[in-house]
């Protein structure tokens, strides 16, 4: 952290940036180096992390515009850095904007009603076109490194965004699982496993609830976008989701649009049946032979039986891959990637999404599509710098989310 604070006081003097309680630059440039156990400090200089930083800012923002008038007072990339700044500050618009003008000059950024004024100006069917062509120029910066496995693992899963407010007219509010609650939901699909862990896709939700006459959920249309989408920009072998994806039409798209896939299945009669079988023959791993018939086709399965990585219990999967008894819970351990995606949301909501109290989808959309930008523009950075050292690439980050955001923040968008 200190060394990020020392970046930010520099960023601060070489930009010029009006900040009257900010440190001298003098007291933190001939400061003694940070113990020799942190690997980025060894590894990667300030200019490089900048540099890299940098790069992969600018392959994020081009698709993005508000189609605002050309005589506009702020263009888009002032918006830009102002979202930026509230997500890293963990504030709400009103307050943030302030801070913003504090730090930058009252005539360089915009107050927060005109950021939310222009926030509204993405439609929402732009921001997923504008994100998915984002995706494509991030990755086309790691198209020729080695280092990034093809064909991929997938992840998807849906987060929420709680709302609090009348439901009547808002048909994008959906209900949660505990009953009680209502929420924004947003589905994504990640890269997982021993690679750059990308957002790909992400996709609003749209739910039937109770006070809406929104038709019933159908996930399977949800996981048909994302994953077309995706393909788009690498080829996928496997896609792993959720208990909440365990339905026959999943399945079936899945198997449709050409690709493997792993996914828990919730315990039935028909599963407790098996299991019950698997305790009294003293079997810990067992493959069911299944088929899937639904009006978008067919194609066989099965459902591995495996110990729980709990230690208690079996848990079933439904797979279209070919296991046998043998490969079954060697496959099976392949679902333990997902955890990764449970970091991602936490850091997309805890590095990256800016506050707000806004009722419009529209503001909870551009909030959250930006979030993951952000988020896939530190992984990027991340790839990037460790492409260029000799060694095994690992998962672990060595630019931290808040330092990636600290200079994304700091001045990397100038004015024209």
């Known amino acids: 952290m200190q060394t990020a604070a020392h970046f930010v006081v520099k960023e601060v003097h070489d930009f010029d940036i009006p900040a009257p309680e900010i440190r001298p630059k003098a007291e933190i440039v001939d400061e003694p180096p940070v113990e020799e156990d942190s690997a980025e400090d060894e590894s990667f200089s300030q200019d490089e992390i900048v540099q890299t930083t940098r790069l992969a800012r600018d392959h994020a923002f081009g698709y993005f515009e508000s189609g605002r008038a050309a005589n506009a007072s702020y263009e888009d990339t002032r918006f830009f850095e102002l979202q930026t700044f509230m997500g890293m500050v963990r504030c709400g618009t009103a307050q943030g904007a302030a801070r913003f003008q504090y730090r930058r000059g009252e005539d360089y950024g915009p107050h927060g009603d005109t950021h939310l004024r222009a926030v509204k100006q993405f439609e929402p069917k732009y921001l997923v076109n504008g994100f998915n062509e984002t995706t494509d120029r991030l990755l086309s910066v790691i198209a020729s490194e080695a280092s990034f496995h ?49 957002v790909l896709a992400v996709e609003p939700v749209r739910e039937s609830s109770a006070w809406d006459e929104n038709p019933p959920n159908r996930i399977h249309r949800v996981v048909r976008r994302l994953v077309k989408r995706a393909k788009e920009h690498v080829p996928i072998e496997t896609v792993l989701c959720d208990r909440e994806f365990d339905s026959m039409r999943v399945f079936q798209t899945l198997s449709n649009l050409d690709v493997n896939y792993l996914i828990p299945k919730r315990i039935t009669s028909s599963e407790r049946e098996v299991i019950d079988r698997m305790d009294e023959d003293n079997q810990e791993v067992a493959v069911e032979s299944a088929s899937v018939h639904v009006e978008a086709g067919s194609h066989p399965m099965r459902f591995l039986y495996v110990p729980s990585t709990s230690g208690e219990g079996t848990t079933v999967f439904a797979t279209n891959l070919r296991a046998g008894p043998d490969e079954a819970e060697t496959f099976c351990r392949r679902y333990s990637h997902r955890w990764q995606i449970e970091n991602e949301y936490k850091s997309i909501k805890g590095d990256f999404l800016a506050k707000t109290s806004s009722k419009d989808y529209r503001v909870r959309l551009f909030y959250f599509v930006f979030a993951v930008l952000l988020y896939n523009i530190w992984r990027l950075t991340d790839f990037l710098l460790k492409a260029g050292v000799d060694g095994e690439m690992n998962y672990a980050p060595v630019l931290t989310a808040g330092e990636c955001v600290e200079i994304v923040a700091s001045a990397l968008i100038p004015p024209d």
């Open 150 to 198: 093809r064909p991929v693992t997938a992840a998807i899963d849906i987060t929420t965004i709680p709302y609090y407010g009348d439901v009547e007219e808002m048909p994008m509010v959906s209900g949660t699982k505990d009953g009680e609650g209502r929420a924004f939901k947003f589905a994504t699909l990640s890269i997982v496993g021993w690679n750059i862990p990308l």
